[in-house]
C-alpha cells in the first residue's frame, strides 16, 4: 500500500494504483485526453503529465505507478504551462471549424482548452493531411479533425480485436486509419462504431442519414413509421441532460410522433418475434441433433448483432451455419412493416418509409445489405443512431423535458419485457431461455424474478448450464439434457468463445453474441461516453423497464400471437423463411 | 599450420566492401599466384580499420605498412613490388593532410597512433568469418572463466565494479542494469542486443558486427548467464545486410563450437542468440521501441516504469545492452577490472568508438579512452580541419545531441561532460564542422530528422517539434521573428519535459545547443536577415557577396569584368564601397575564402580581378546622387576620416545630405594612410578615392581633434543632429612585462603612423617585433626598408595561428624578415637605459583555450635572448574612449570599444552613431566600409524615419551566364611580384596587376553562385 501526497494531501492507495487514480482519490482531478478507463492507458497525449519530485521530466499520472513516498505536484506551474503546451499543439493541428462539428459541445479537446484556459493559439503552421473517409454506410472518418489519442485504434484492436484501424505514417504524417490508408470499407471494419463511440473530438462519427428522414417526412405521399431498438429508451435522455439510465420511452414516443412519423412502432415486437423464431430454430436444431443425430452445427449463435455477422464472415467464415438464420429484429421489423402491416393499411410496400433509431452504427450497414429485401423493396430504409434522433429532436425544436408520454402505435407496437432485453450482454440469451423453458416444461423459467443470475453483468465471456427436467411430451427428447449456454460481448470476447469452442473446451449449445461492450445499450451511436458506470446504469434502467411490464415473456405478446395467426402461420413457416430468415457471405480477412 | 612469409590484411568492412574491396582481395590473391607467392604470401578480409573514406584500405604485415584508396588494378603493384621486392608502393600510403608527408607505416600515421584500440581490438585484425581466429585471440575465454570459475553474482560485481556504462547512449551503468534485471521476478528473461544504429554518420556498432561478431555474441551469453536468461535477441537493422549475414555465420559457428546451445562448455548454462531484423525506424534505436518492434508491432515506445528490466519483451523481465556495450564485456573478464578502469576519466571508464565526420581530414571509425579532449580526436587523430578553415562546433550524439563549439575543445569527452554542455554522448557520432557550416541550417537538418523519425505517438513530439521546425525554416528564410530564438527555447524546453521517449526528450537538443552556443547567428538570419556562414540560399545569393562585409556585388562585377564592362563594373562595386582601389590592394578578401569554385580547384582571384579592374580606371566616376534640400541643410557630424567615417560620409552623401568631416591627424585616410605601408597601398590611390568622395559635397577638415579642439556636446551645440564616431583604435596596448619603459620599446602603430604622417621614424639596426598580427608584419617590413639590419617576429603561439594574412607573412620572410614562433616576451632588456634585448621563453602548444586555439604554454628549459636595440609592440589595439565621450554618457562593450547596433550603428546615445575598428575593435578595411555604410542608412532613418539606402536594391547587370555550360578548366591567376631586392630601401608597391588576358580568363572562372534561374 504506497502512501504518497498528491498537492500535499498524503493518500494511500493499493498496489499498482497510478498516480491518476491516487488523484482521483485524494480529490484532485488531473486532465486527460488519451486515457480512458477500462480501455486505454497508453501516455500518449501527455495531458495528464504531473511534476514528481525527484524526476527529470514530467510524469504521465494515468501510466505512472504511485509509489511510497512519492511528492506530487498536479497543479504547480511547470505542469500547468506544459498541458497548456500540448494543448496548444493539438489546437494549432486541428481542424478547428467548431461551428459546423458535430461534436461542439459535447467535445473534449474543446472542454480541455476551455478548462486549462487557452484564449489564443500562438503557434501557426502545417495542419495535418485531411483525409475523409465516408465510403461505408455507417462511418464517417476526418483525419483533421483527429486528435491521435488512439482510443479508436485501441478498441478496434483489443476490445473488438478487429484491427481495422492502425497508425499510418511517421512523426507530424501520422495519422490514423486502415493499413495504406484504404477505405473503411475494403478492410475488416466490421462498422460497429465502437472507434467514433470513444473518439473525444469529431474525427469519427456516424455517417449522418438525418436529412433523408426530413425528406421522407416532407413527402406527402410517403407513409414514413419509426422503430425504436431496446436500447435506445434507456440512453436517449443522455442528449437532453438526464443522468445515464435514465427511461424516457414514453418522451421519446411523443417526441417521434411529432416529428411527424405517420406511426411509431417497436423493435421491441420484432424482437419477442426473434424469440419465437429463434427459439424454434434452437429447439429444431437441438432435436436434429439429438434425436435425429444429424450433423447440425451447434452451439447455435445469435444472430441479432450486425457488427458480429459481419466478424464471423470475415474472421470465422466456417462457423457461418452456426449463426441462426433469423434476421435481426430490426431488419425482419422492416419486412413485417412493409408487407404485413402495409396490407394492413392498404398501401403498397413502395410507399412506405421504414425508419429505425438504432444505438448502432452497424445497423447502417445491415440495412443496406443486399439481402434484406423480403418485402419486395428495402426492408429498412434509414437507420438513425441515438445521437441522430437527439439531433432531430433539437432541429425540430422540440422541448424534450416537457413532453407528455406517448405510447406506441399497434399493431407492431406492443412487447414483453423479454425483447427490452435485447438491449443488454446477456439479454437475448435470457429472453430465449424464458419462451423455450416454458414451452419445453411448460413452467416457467426457474431464475428469481427470471433473471438467469450467471449470465448478467458485464463479465466479458458468462457462461452458465442447467438440466432440463420434467420435459412436456412434445418435447421428451429434452428430458434430462443439461443445456449449456455462452454470452460474450465485445468481439476480442467472441473471439475467446469461438476458440473456445473450436478447441473443444467449450461445449456450448447456444451462444449469445453481442458486439459492443455490454451490449447494445452501449453500441457504437449511443451517447457518448458509455464507460463502464454508464453501461451499468443503462442496463439498471432496461431491467427496471423489463420488471415493470406485465408481459415478460415473448411467446405471451398477444400482438406475436396475432400476427402468427394473422400472417405468418407459425415460426419457420415458408413465409418467416422467407420474410424473417437470411443467409450469410464469408469475407476477406484483409 | 604452415607458415607464411607474409599477410595482407584486406579491409572488408562494408564500406570497403562498396569501394571494391572483394574485387581487390580477389586480385591480390591472383596475382599472388601469377608470382608464385600464393603459399608465401596470405591474403585475409578483415573487419572495418577505421579510415573509411579513403578506402579500400590494407595492410601489409609483418611490415605494418598501410595502404589506401587500392584499386583492383593496383593489386599486381602491390605484390611486384613490396612483396616480391620490398619496396613500398609511395604512391598508395597515406599522406598527412598538413604536412603533405607520406607515412607509410600504420603505426606512425597520428588517426592510428593516438587510438586505444580495446573494443575494435580484432577489427581489422582477424577474418570474421573464422570462430577459430577469434578463439585464438582470447575469444570466448571469458565466458569460459564465467561459467566455470564465477557465479553469476560474481559476474555482476565485476561488471559493476569496471564502472562500464551503457555506450548506446545515455550512459546507464550497465552492471547495475544486469543486477535489477537477474533480481526480477520471474524464470523467463531475455538478453536483448540493440544493433540498430540510426544516427546518421554512425557506424560503429556495424562495424563491430561486421567484424567482430564473436565479441557481442560472447558478451550476450555472459549476461544471459549473469541474469539468467537462456534465449537472446540480436536487433540488428536491415540496412545493414552485411552486419546481419556475417553475425548470423558467427551465430552458426558457435553453435557448432557449442559455445551457444544447450550445455555450453559442458556446463548446464543453456543460451542462444536469434537474428531481428529492424527496417531502420530510427526510434526503435529507443529500448520499449525497439521491444515492441521485436514482438511484431509497429516500432513506438512505451511508458516507462515499467522498465523492460522488470517487465520488457513479452513482459518479461530484459536486459538491453548495445553491441558496443556487449563488446566490452569478454575484456572486462579476461583482463580484470584493475586493467579496464586504468583507461577512462573518473566517473567513465573504458574507451569509446566515435564515427569521426565532417570537415576534418581524417575521417572514420576512431577508439579513445572516455575522457580524452575533444580537441585531440579532432587534431591529433582527426588531422585538423581541411583547407585551413576554422572549426567551429563538433556535433556530438547524433540528431539528438548537441553543438560543443570551440570555447570547449579543451573539455574531456565524457558523458557528464557532454550532457553540461547540451550536447550527448550518444552512440557516438562526431561530425566536425567549419565556419563554413550555418549553425541554424544545421539545427534544421538534425531537427528535420528527428521530426521525420519521430513516431507521432505523442503530442510534443508529433506536433512540438514540427512547430520548432517551422520556426527554424522560417528563420533560415530570412522570415524569423524577434521572438523566435525565446519561442524555440521555451517550446523546446517544454517538449524536454513533456515528450513519451528519450527521442522526444531530446529531439530539441540540436535547436537549443546551437542556440546557447551560437545566438549570434540566429540573431543574424533573425534581424539582419544575414546567415553569416553563407549557407542558407533565401539569404545568400552568392556566398562571396555574402562573406563581404560591404556586401559589394562580387559575382556582378566580376562577370562584368568578363564582358570588358570595366566602368560598369567599378560603378556597381562603388554602390556597395567606395574604396575600389584601396580594398583593391588591402582587402582581406573574405569573399574569396567563401569561394565555392574552391571546391572545384581554387578560390577566384577576387581581388585580384578588382586591381585590374581599377587599373582600367582613367577619371573616376562620380556614382549616383540623390539631391535633397532638406537633408543638405542637416547639420552631421563625422569625426574621424578612415575607411569607416568616410564612407559614412558617401553614403549620407549619395542621399542629399552634406556631411562635416573631422580628421584629427594632417591627413584624412585613418589607419589606411597613418598605418598601411605605401608598398602595400600606394599614398595617390587613397587620395584618389578620398578626393572622389569630396566631390560627392562632403567637407573633410584635418588637424582638429576630438577632445581636444571640440567635443561631443560642443558639436549638439553647434547643431548638429547626429554624429558618426570613427575614430578607429590607435592606442597601442602594453605588454605588461617589465622593461616597457626602457627607451627604444615603442608601439608598432605609432612606429608606422610616425613614419607614414611624418615621413621618417627611427629605426633601430636590431630590430624586434612583438606580436603575429598584421601591424606586426607591417612594422618588421617597414623598418627593413628603413634601412634595419635585422628584424625578427617575435610570436607566442605557431604560425599557423598568426592572424595576420598569410601571404603577408609569407612576403615579410622574402624580404629577410625572421620568424620566431613560440616565443613569449617575458622581460624587456636595458644596457644604460636603452633596450638590448628581449627575453623570451620558449612555448609548446598545450591543451585547447577558449579560443579554439592550443594554449602556448612555457618551456620548463628554454629562456633564450634576442638581442634588439629596438622593440616594437604589436599585440593589440585600444580606443581612448573616456577622452572622447566626455561628457556623454555612451555605453562601451566588455572589451572598451564603442557599444553600437549592428544595424545601424547607432550607439547608447540616439544621434550618436559609431562604427570601425572604435566600435568592433581592430577589424578590416571592408568591415569599416559596411559599418559606415549601415551608419549612414541608421542616421537617415533616425532624421527622417524611412530608409533611402537605394543601392542596396539587388539588380540585374545583364552578364551572360550558361548554366549548362561545364566550368572553364583555368587554374587561378597568380598576380606577379616585385623582386625582393628591388624593395629593399623603397615603398614600390610589391603586387603588380593582371594583364588583360589573365583577368578576362579569371572573371571566367566564377561559377556564377548568383545565377537563378528564371521563372
Known sequence: ?590 | MKSVRSHILVCTGAGCVASGALEIKSALEESLRQHGLAEEVRVIGTGCLGPCAVGPVAVVHPDGVFYQGIKPEDAGVIVSEHLLKGRVVERLVYKDAVKGRSVPALQDIGFFRKQVKNILRNCGVIDPLKIEEYIANDGYQALSKALTAMKPEEVIDLVKRSGLRGRGGAGFPTGLKWELTRKSAGTTKFVLCNGDEGDPGAFMDRSILEGDPHSVIEGMAIAGYAIGSSQGYAYIRAEYPLAVERFGKALVQAREYGLLGKNILGTSFEFDVEIRMGSGAFVCGEETALMTSIEGKRGEPRPRPPFPAVKGLWGKPSLLNNVETYSNVPLILTKGVAWYTAIGSAKSKGTKVFALAGKVNNTGLVEVPIGTPLGEIIYDIGGGIPGGKKFKAAQMGGPSGGCIPKEHLNVPVDYETLTELGAIMGSGGLIVMDEDSCMVDVARFFLDFVQDESCGKCVPCRIGTKRMLEIVNRICEGKGQESDIERLIDLGGKIKDTALCGLGQTAPNPVLSTIRHFRDEYVAHIRDKRCPAGVCPALVRAPCQNACPAAVDVPGFVSLIGEKRYSEALGLHRERNPFASVCARVCFHTCEDKCRRSTLDDALSIRGLKRYLVEQEVTIQLPEIRDDEKNAKRKIAIVGAGPAGLSCAYFLARMGYRPNVFEAEQRPGGMLVQTIPAYRLPREELAREVRMIERLGVDIQTGVRLGKDFSLTSLRNEGYEAVFLGVGAPQGTNLGVPGEELEGVTDAIGFLREYNIRGSAHVGRKVAVVGGGNAAVDAARTAIRLGAESATILYRRSRDEMPAYAEEIDEAEHEGVVLKVLAAPVEILGKDGHVAGVKCSAMVLGDFDRSGRRRPIEMSSGEFVEEADQVIVAIGQAVDADSLRNGVDLKLTRSKFIEINPVNGQTSVPWIFAGGDAATGPSSVAEAVGSGESAAVGMDEMLTGAKHAFWRVERDVGTAFDPEADPVQYPRAQMQLIPVARRRQNFSEVEQPFGPQDALREAKRCLRCDYRAKE
Not at chain 1, 192 to 199: R, T
Not at chain 1, 465 to 477: M, V
Request: glycine share 8%.
Open chain 1, 1 to 590: 500500500m504506497p502512501s504518497l501526497t498528491i498537492d500535499q494531501i498524503p493518500v494511500e492507495v493499493p498496489d499498482g494504483t497510478t498516480i491518476l487514480d491516487a488523484a482521483h482519490k485524494a480529490g484532485i482531478m488531473v486532465p486527460t485526453l488519451c486515457y480512458l478507463e477500462n480501455v486505454q492507458a497508453i501516455g500518449a497525449c501527455r495531458v495528464c503529465v504531473v511534476e514528481v519530485e525527484g524526476a527529470k521530466t514530467l510524469i504521465a499520472s494515468c501510466v505512472a505507478p504511485a509509489a511510497n513516498g512519492m511528492k506530487v505536484q498536479t497543479n504547480s506551474r511547470r505542469v500547468r504551462e506544459a498541458r497548456r503546451m500540448v494543448v496548444e499543439m493539438l489546437l494549432s493541428d486541428h481542424d478547428g471549424d467548431c461551428q459546423t462539428c458535430d461534436r461542439s459541445e459535447n467535445c473534449e479537446l474543446q472542454s480541455l482548452a476551455r478548462e486549462l484556459g487557452i484564449r489564443q493559439v500562438t503557434y501557426a503552421g502545417d495542419k495535418s493531411r485531411k483525409i475523409v473517409d465516408s465510403s461505408t454506410p455507417a462511418l464517417k472518418r476526418d483525419t483533421s479533425k483527429c486528435v491521435l489519442c488512439r482510443r479508436c485504434i485501441t478498441v478496434c484492436n483489443e476490445i473488438q480485436g478487429v484491427g481495422a484501424l492502425q497508425p499510418q505514417y511517421r512523426g507530424f504524417k501520422t495519422v490514423v486509419g486502415p493499413a495504406f490508408c484504404s477505405e473503411l470499407k475494403d478492410v475488416v471494419c466490421v462498422q460497429c462504431g465502437q472507434c467514433g463511440a470513444v473518439c473525444p473530438v469529431g474525427a469519427i462519427t456516424e455517417r449522418e442519414d438525418i436529412d433523408e428522414v426530413w425528406a421522407a417526412l416532407d413527402d406527402p405521399k410517403k407513409h414514413v413509421v419509426v422503430q425504436t431498438a431496446p436500447a435506445i429508451r434507456a440512453a436517449l435522455g443522455e442528449c437532453f441532460g438526464y443522468p445515464p439510465g435514465t427511461l424516457v420511452t414514453g418522451k421519446m414516443v411523443s417526441a417521434l410522433r411529432r416529428l411527424g412519423f405517420d406511426a411509431v412502432f417497436d423493435t421491441n415486437f420484432a424482437a419477442d418475434l426473434t424469440i419465437m423464431e429463434e427459439g424454434t430454430e434452437l429447439l429444431t436444431r437441438l432435436k436434429q441433433a439429438l434425436v435425429e443425430k444429424k450433423p447440425v452445427a451447434l452451439p447455435m449463435f445469435t444472430s441479432c448483432s450486425p457488427g458480429w455477422i459481419k466478424y464471423l464472415e470475415h474472421f470465422y467464415p466456417e462457423m457461418l451455419p452456426n449463426l441462426s438464420t433469423c434476421k435481426s429484429p430490426q431488419q425482419m421489423f422492416g419486412a413485417l412493416a412493409k408487407t404485413y402491416y402495409a396490407q394492413k393499411i392498404g398501401r403498397k410496400a413502395e410507399e412506405i418509409t421504414v425508419v429505425s433509431v438504432m444505438p448502432c452504427t452497424a445497423k447502417k450497414f445491415e440495412a443496406r445489405r443486399p439481402e434484406m429485401d423480403g418485402s419486395g423493396v428495402r426492408d429498412v430504409d434509414v437507420v438513425l443512431t441515438t445521437r441522430e434522433l437527439g439531433r432531430m429532436i433539437r432541429q425540430a425544436g422540440i422541448d424534450f423535458a416537457s413532453l407528455p408520454d406517448g405510447k406506441m402505435d399497434s399493431p407492431l407496437g406492443v412487447s414483453s419485457g423479454a425483447a427490452d432485453i435485447f438491449a443488454n450482454t446477456g439479454g437475448v440469451m435470457e429472453a430465449a431461455l424464458r419462451t423455450a423453458y416454458e414451452i419445453a416444461t411448460g413452467r416457467p423459467l426457474p431464475f428469481e424474478n427470471l433473471h438467469v443470475k450467471p449470465i448478467e453483468g458485464l463479465e466479458g465471456v458468462k457462461a452458465a448450464s442447467f438440466q432440463i427436467t420434467g420435459a412436456l411430451p412434445a418435447w421428451s427428447f429434452l428430458e434430462g439434457v443439461t443445456l449449456s449456454v455462452a454470452v460474450a460481448h465485445g468481439l476480442s470476447n467472441a473471439r475467446k468463445v469461438i476458440e473456445r469452442i473450436k478447441s473443444g473446451e467449450g461445449a456450448y449449445h447456444f451462444v449469445e453474441i453481442m458486439t459492443c461492450p455490454g451490449g447494445c445499450i452501449g453500441g457504437g451511436g449511443q451517447p457518448r461516453l458509455t464507460t463502464n458506470a454508464v453501461r451499468k446504469a443503462r442496463i439498471a434502467a432496461i431491467y427496471k423497464e423489463d420488471e415493470g411490464k406485465k408481459l415478460r415473456k415473448s411467446h405471451e405478446n398477444p400482438e406475436v400471437q396475432q400476427i402468427y395467426r394473422e400472417f405468418l402461420g407459425a415460426p419457420l413457416s415458408e413465409k418467416s423463411h422467407h420474410l424473417l430468415h437470411t443467409e450469410y457471405t464469408a469475407r476477406a480477412k484483409v
